[in-house]
């Protein structure tokens, strides 16, 4: 308020008015630029997205990564290319495909025995732990949430359905405060021709 009627005696008339009305509609929070106007709300804290587990063994951005533990992994990100998953224990979480076939999500202490793997569904409680099998996801689709096993260790994933052919498989780090490993470098598309998730 003092600073507008400061300026009203300077400069007068129906100018100052407006600056007086100003300042009073900002209710004379020290003046300033700008005010009058719309004011902008703080932006939304924006919702935290779950933990997704992504399918992709097709996509151009999928790519394989070699790691000392789990060795060659692939088809499985949190991020973009494949890695080896990193998840704390209870965590919950999704799995989506977003690939252009189907896939399935099987938990094992172990690599299994390459053979002909297993597509059934075995919700296991609806935990991520030893004993889960997604069953066959669609390309686009989710499983329902999941919640991480609170066993903690090292959790071997395989498809059932491209284990064999193609080496669909991957290590999950269960242990508190576990991000997902480094991603795979896939091969470079040509310009415009990466296809697919994480492009
Ligand atoms: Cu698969």
Do not use: E, W
């Not at 997704?52 to 789990?70: C, E, M, R």
């Not at 390459?114 to 609806?126: D, H, L, M, R, Y």
Request: some cysteine.
């Amino acid at each position: 308020m003092k600073k507008a009627l400061t300026i009203k005696t300077v400069v007068g008339g129906a100018l100052a008015s407006a600056f007086l009305s100003i300042a009073v509609g900002c209710g004379g929070g020290g003046g300033g630029y700008g005010g009058g106007g719309t004011i902008a709300p703080p932006p939304a804290s924006p919702t935290p997205a779950m933990p997704t587990i992504h399918l992709n063994l097709f996509g151009t951005a999928n790519g394989v990564f070699k790691d000392g533990t789990f060795g060659d992994v692939t088809g499985f990100t949190q991020q973009r290319h494949a890695q080896v998953l990193g998840l704390p224990p209870g965590t919950q979480v999704i799995i989506t495909n977003n690939d252009s076939v189907a896939h399935t999500f099987n938990v094992f202490s172990a690599f299994p025995t390459p053979g002909p793997q297993s597509t059934a569904t075995v919700p296991n409680g609806g935990v991520l732990g030893v004993g889960y099998q997604s069953g066959p996801i669609q390309p686009g689709n989710s499983t329902g949430v999941l919640t991480v096993t609170n066993t903690t260790g090292d959790l071997f994933i395989i498809c059932g359905i491209h284990y064999i052919s193609n080496g669909m498989r991957d290590g999950m780090i269960v242990q508190v405060g576990a991000t997902p490993g480094p991603q795979a470098t896939p091969a470079p598309a040509p310009s415009g021709m990466c296809k697919g998730y994480g492009c």
